[in-house]
């Protein structure tokens, strides 16, 4: 059995099990984000190598001591310095344990004493504390400037002999601003302690957080609805619910409703802490006279992760296994061509094949939002895979589906489905994801959120959603300049605002939308989505070429994006290469018959037709898009001009009144103006002849 001399650090999250009571799927979430943005780049930084995750804690080795402490006094003093920016409920505190020992080595984790010591440590670490051995202090020197203080020998649970320890020495105000004084009472937000002449009083979660939010706000009035969001969020509650925490509050303080010395009713208004306080932490990022500070690193657009486990070869027979793992690694491969999600790699997740572990436990494990699994099973010459995707946290089935398929080429029978199944789960995760920002409450939202916010006004396909959406892809790069993915977004919205949405058509904001998609580039040069936008934008600039160019490029860096196909055929057709054109609208449908652009990918193959002349083939295409929800108006107008060239006056006079609903001031005169991005004096006139045929003015 291999052993080796090792630094090892044990890192553990103060209070989790309270905070996610208190507040699951965001604990997890700004767990997520702490991991991801400065724990993660910190170990990298000096050389670390994370063992494991365990939900609240993180197992890392060094191969050098100074690297080590130096990992750790980073993480807790930046760590703090993002507490200080936000309010109570959203801070994270940590302790870190550091021991230099011997370990035995499986594979690539470790176990034996020494992974045993620093966990111990860790244990007997302040919050924002770091705790270390003999051996790592003596190792240590005056290689990093901080002090230590000595902690004497320690005994620690399993370990039968004392541990000589010593603590890091911070700056001592850091401690204290974790405690608000008043009377003989202290109430410690960081080990989450309300106590008396230093005796620990037991107090439920809710009352600890309500007498912490009415102590942070002591010079005014909190109202009821304050109370109501601040410790219970989203969920609905009753006025007798409020009243028994109040009542329990006051309890453990020695208070009651008649004295009222620590917490007094104003009525008809709310709550006032009255007592005289001594000292207190910083208040919440909520207070009336403090300037609003964002979430903690809720100003990096922190993007969903997912987990793809090993597919389950439901045949049982060991020489069919490749079949499901081909399809599990090509799916994770396709899915990491999508710039906006983090996909975890393939050996972690295959860790967890045949796990008994339950879905929201591998997604601790994984540091994954999502997770998806699925099966496969083979009979004969005919395949069946069945795939879904799992919210990790709530363990609620997001999207499933069952692919059947004839066996002719293997390898041809992988690709077609991993395509199809990385499509559905892109366009699927896209619009979870929007509807979580969307019921998340509208303070302090990071630039991811925003970004979601934008992106779902988007869809709405709508000229009011499309201005939302611009000014909240703003804001998103107002926290964040440097999130790609805004860019792109806010560049598609700008361009379609005149295709799409009746602004006059402005070369200066085509050309301002150009910059934006090409910083997204410069930002990202390898996510495909920018590359697409780029495409849209040389489109709406009648740059064909350019525009086929860069669509083709997207395709090459991520070959199961449905949009990208329908604005290639988009583009191809106003060339005058329909029949190409056609076989892209094809792919677009097959990949996400759900998407929320399939109106779109309809519509255009409608015109694809009308251009050619197949009259019939363009009413049915139009016909399909009209009926998708949320369809844009262009798609009504359309129809009238297939209907128009194909003879059908009746139908065609149904038709108009249906855009009219939706578009009083559509006529032809409007659609010639609206037309801008046609360059083809054939194409504008059949469109346009269509319309009139069919009785539009």
Known sequence: MQRKLTTIVAMDVVGYSRLMERDEEGTLSRLKDVRGTLISPAIERHSGRTVKLMGD????????????????VEIQEKLAECNGTVSEKHKVHMRIGLHLGDVIVDGDDIYGDGV??????????????????????????????????????????????????????????SASANVIRFGTFELDTALYELREAGERIAVEPQVF?????????????????????????????????????????????????????????IHGRGFRFVAPIESAAPASAGEEDAAPVPDMLATIALKPSVAILPFENLNHDPAEDYFADGITED???????????????????????????????????????????????????????????????????????????????????????TETVAARIESELG??????????????????????????????????????????????????????????????????????????????????ALSSAQRAIELDDQDAIGYFVIGRVHLARREYDQAINALEYALELNPCLAQTYCGLGDSLAYEGRLDEAIDQFEIAVRLSPH??????????????????NEFDDAVSWARKAVQVPNVQYWARAH???????????????????????????????????????????????????????????
């Open 116 to 173: 045993n010591v620093a966990a111990r440590l860790e244990s007997i670490a302040q919050p924002g504390g770091v705790v270390l051995s003999k051996q790592v202090h003596d190792h240590i020197g005056g290689n990093v400037a901080v002090q230590f203080a000595s902690l004497g020998e320690q005994k620690v649970k399993n370990i039968s002999r004392p541990i000589e320890a010593y603590r890091v020495e911070f700056a001592p105000e």
């Open 595 to 612: 998407d929320p652009f399939r109106w779109a990918f309809y519509s255009y193959r409608s015109l694809a037709h009308l251009f050619k």
């Open 431 to 512: 619009l979870t994801e929007q509807k979580k920002a969307e019921r998340r409450p509208r303070k302090n939202l990071g630039a991811w959120d925003l970004y979601q916010l934008g992106v779902a006004e988007f869809y709405k396909f709508t000229r009011e959603g499309n201005l939302k959406c611009q000014d909240l892809l703003r804001q998103a790069l107002e926290l964040d300049p440097e999130f790609a993915a805004a860019h792109s977004r806010l560049s598609y919205a700008q361009a379609l605002s005149m295709v799409y949405f009746d602004a006059t058509p402005d070369d200066a904001v085509l050309d301002e």
């Open 57 to 72: 804690g993180i197992l890392v080795e060094f191969t050098s001591v100074v690297g080590a402490l130096q990992c750790a």
């Open 639 to 697: 129809l009238v001009a297939a209907l128009g060239q194909a003879g059908e006056s009746s139908q065609a006079e149904t038709a108009i009144k249906e855009l009219k609903k939706v578009k009083p001031e559509f006529s032809v005169d409007f659609a010639r103006e609206h037309l801008f991005y046609l360059k083809r004096d054939d194409q504008i006139e059949t469109y346009l002849g269509g319309l009139t045929k069919a009785g539009l003015n």
């Open 331 to 417: 799916l994770t491969t396709a899915l990491s061509k999508n710039r906006w999600l983090n996909v975890v790699a393939r050996n972690p997740a295959f860790a967890f094949r045949n796990s008994s572990d339950s879905i929201k436990t591998i997604g601790q494990k994984l540091d994954a939002n999502y997770i998806v699994t699925g099966s496969v099973r083979k009979a004969g010459t005919r395949a069946r895979i069945s795939v879904q995707i799992i919210d990790a946290s709530s363990e609620h089935s997001i999207w499933s589906e069952r692919f059947d398929r004839d066996i002719v080429d293997i390898f041809d029978l992988q690709d077609e489905i």
């Open 209 to 265: 957080d309500l007498l912490v939010y009415l102590a942070q706000n002591s010079d005014r009035t909190v109202t009821r609805e304050e109370v109501f969001e601040e410790i219970w969020g989203n969920r609905i509650v009753s006025d007798a619910a409020l009243s028994s925490q109040i009542k329990a509050a006051r309890r453990v303080l020695g208070d009651d409703g008649a004295s009222q010395h620590t917490i007094r009713t």
